[in-house]
């Protein structure tokens, strides 16, 4: 299947031109992450991941999250780029946000940058925002994508997309 990347408006960069295989990069954006009048994150000290065809990811480190918020979950996944992850759930005011960040201990070498970094889903949390502005999840519920709106599609997620 042949996928035609969106148009690119000013201001907008394509995730067509992001790189494969994946790559990590620091980034001075501001990453905030909110829930039931909560602060979970804030940081301007994240390492992101481009992946072509994906939004980034925000691996955030664990001195600027409420690591007393995090508790780790059940469950491992391999990452064919950075390794075996473990995943965390969110306590908020006694609600457990389940399996909603991950975190990589022993990452790759062309990712241990991600050590002990954790990123997080932008869906269950009232609000993720990349330097103040709203973002959308990723679609699917599988990849961790953050989506801005200096970002042009189509993403990789939803349903028909897996072999892109």
Known sequence: MRVRPDPVAPGQVSVWDFPRPAIAEPCDRRIRIE???VMIADTTRAVRTLETSHPPSYYLPPDDIAMDL?????????CEWKGQARYWDV???GIVLPRVGWSYADPTPAFRSLR?????????????TVDGVPVTPQPGGFYGGWITP???????GPPGTMGW
Not at 150 to 156: I, M, S, T
């Open 150 to 156: 200096d970002l042009a599609g189509p993403f990789k």
């Open 116 to 128: 002990d970094h954790i990123a997080f889903y932008a869906g269950p949390f009232d609000r993720c």
């Open 35 to 37: 829930h039931r009048g």
């Open 91 to 93: 306590v908020v005011d």
């Open 70 to 78: 995090l508790r780790p979950a059940p469950g491992r996944s391999l």
